[in-house]
Structures are given as C-alpha cells and as structure tokens.
Nanobody, 117 residues
Framework: VQLVESGGGLVQPGGSLRLSCTAS????????MSWYRQAPGKERELVAGITSDGGSTSYADSVKGRFTISRDNAKNTVYLQMNSLRPEDTAVYYCRGRWALIGMDYWGKGTLVTVSS
C-alpha cells in the first residue's frame, strides 16, 4: 500500500500549486481521501476532504475559496489545487485515505510547500 504525494515546492505569495497523491495497493475508489498539513511547531490539521465518489467536498475555513480538492478514480489520484497562496500556507502536506467502515486508514509521507518571496 502506498500514497505518494508530489507537486510541492517554493512559490511566491499569491501564486498557485497543484498537489497530487497517487495511490497503489488498495481499492482507491472505496476510500474517502483528504489532505492535511503540518506547519513547523504546529499540530497536523485537516485542509480538505472528498468522498469516495467525489460527490462531496469539505474545506477548512482557512482555505475555503482558495483551495480545491478533486479526484480521478480511473487514475487512483487525488489533487489539491492551491491558489492565492499565503506564507501561512507553508507546511508539509499529507494525503490520507480512509475507509471508515472497515477501519482502513493510510497516510502518505508528505510534500513540502513553502510560500515565500
């Protein structure tokens, strides 16, 4: 089982990045997916989530209107489009897959996003 994040990097304030998380080793389409982030010295926090069929999404208040989560079940991939980035968005971003009904829960290793001029 693997969740591999990509797309992180250094971006200026106001810029955009798209993160990807590609899954393998499990039935991706059965899992709700989410993105979390952890800034230095802070606890990990939920950023956005999407249901297994992509029919419903949710966002932290701090990213509403700027970030968009989406998924492509044919490609076993979930995305996080991040626009209007701010320095406070700097963090390691983690992908999580969860199938609550059977208690399965997987995490990726993270990708670093740095927003700085």
């Amino acid at each position: 089982v693997q969740l591999v994040e990509s797309g992180g990097g250094l971006v200026q304030p106001g810029g955009s990045l798209r993160l990807s998380c590609t899954a393998s080793g499990f039935t991706f389409s059965r899992f709700a997916m989410s993105w979390y982030r952890q800034a230095p010295g802070k606890e990990r926090e939920l950023v956005a989530g999407i249901t297994s069929d992509g029919g419903s999404t949710s966002y932290a208040d701090s990213v509403k209107g700027r970030f968009t989560i989406s998924r492509d079940n044919a490609k076993n991939t979930v995305y996080l489009q991040m626009n209007s980035l701010r320095p406070e968005d700097t963090a390691v971003y983690y992908c999580r897959g969860r199938w609550a009904l059977i208690g399965m829960d997987y995490w990726g290793k993270g990708t670093l996003v740095t927003v700085s001029s």
